[in-house]
């Protein structure tokens, strides 16, 4: 399999110190809901998203949010993040900024992601000792 490096690269993890520049996005294969049948997509997706605010998030899902926790839907609205697409990022060019945790399939088309920054020590951990 050779790779297209136009297209995939590694990615960094977001800094503290570093500034959203443009609007984030999410990528990931997803499913298609199409009538009684789940359609797989066979390419790689991706949408631009929009942040709520956090009390819109709390009245949407109806609980609590942890600290590390944001919602977001994409743009335009029918642009969806799915199930299949839960652990892909949520990024800016090659700037991972957090984790597609839960998505609803429902008619706002929100869904919920964890923002990396808390986990990085760790994450960098991980990945310097496998």
Same mark, same amino acid.
């Given at each position: 399999?050779?790779?297209?490096?136009?297209?995939?690269? *590694?990615?960094?993890?977001?800094?503290? #110190? #570093?500034? *959203?520049?443009?609007?984030?996005?999410?990528?990931?294969?997803?499913?298609?809901?199409?009538?009684?049948?789940? *359609?797989?997509?066979?390419?790689?997706?991706?949408?631009?998203? *929009?942040?709520?605010?956090?009390?819109?998030?709390?009245? %949407?899902?109806?609980?609590?949010?942890?600290?590390?926790?944001?919602?977001?839907?994409?743009?335009?609205?029918?642009?969806?993040?799915?199930?299949?697409?839960?652990?892909?990022?949520?990024?800016?060019?090659?700037? %991972?900024?957090?984790?597609?945790?839960?998505?609803?399939?429902?008619?706002?088309?929100?869904?919920?992601?964890?923002?990396?920054?808390?986990?990085?020590?760790?994450?960098?951990?991980?990945?310097?000792?496998?």
């Amino acid at each position: 399999m050779t790779i297209d490096e136009r297209f995939v690269g *590694i990615g960094k993890l977001f800094r503290d #110190d #570093d500034k *959203i520049k443009n609007r984030l996005q999410v990528s990931g294969w997803g499913t298609q809901p199409s009538g009684n049948t789940v *359609i797989y997509q066979r390419l790689l997706k991706k949408i631009q998203i *929009i942040r709520p605010r956090k009390p819109e998030c709390i009245f %949407i899902y109806d609980v609590a949010l942890r600290k590390n926790q944001y919602c977001a839907y994409g743009i335009p609205k029918t642009a969806r993040v799915t199930w299949g697409d839960g652990g892909g990022p949520v990024f800016e060019f090659r700037k %991972i900024y957090g984790i597609v945790s839960i998505s609803l399939i429902t008619e706002d088309s929100t869904f919920l992601y964890t923002k990396i920054l808390a986990y990085d020590e760790w994450i960098n951990q991980m990945m310097s000792n496998h």
